[in-house]
């Protein structure tokens, strides 16, 4: 079993910052892809970024050059440095680790 715990969420203007985590804890036996998707009322849940072990990125094309995705290996720690955020951010951002675990989700609210 492994056990994903988020924290960082929380409310901000828009055109501010927020850095979400993601610690990864329980039966690891290797690293692996990890990631970040949101879900919005009403919407369906969406990739937002994701990085291999070997730090190889890839983002949705709505937050490319907003927000950074990066890992500690050592900690088995993900985060998601998100800037100039925008109202259309707002969601619940959920944490994934391959090929099928989630964290519990933090919401991300973003004021106009």
């Known amino acids: 079993q492994v056990q994903l715990v988020e924290s960082g969420g929380g409310l901000v203007q828009a055109g501010g910052s927020l850095t979400l985590s993601c610690a990864a804890s329980g039966s690891i036996f290797s690293l692996n892809f990890m990631g970040w998707y949101r879900q919005a009322p009403g919407k369906q849940r969406e990739s937002v970024a994701t990085?291999?072990?070997?730090?190889?990125?890839n983002y949705a094309d709505s937050v490319k050059g907003r927000f950074t995705i990066s890992r500690d290996n050592a900690k088995n720690t993900v985060y998601l440095q998100m800037n100039s955020l925008k109202p259309e951010d707002t969601a619940v951002y959920y944490c994934?680790?391959?090929?099928?675990?989630w964290g519990q989700g933090a919401q991300v609210t973003v004021s106009s």
């Open positions: 990085i291999t072990s070997n730090g190889r990125t």
């Open positions: 994934w680790y391959f090929p099928s675990h």
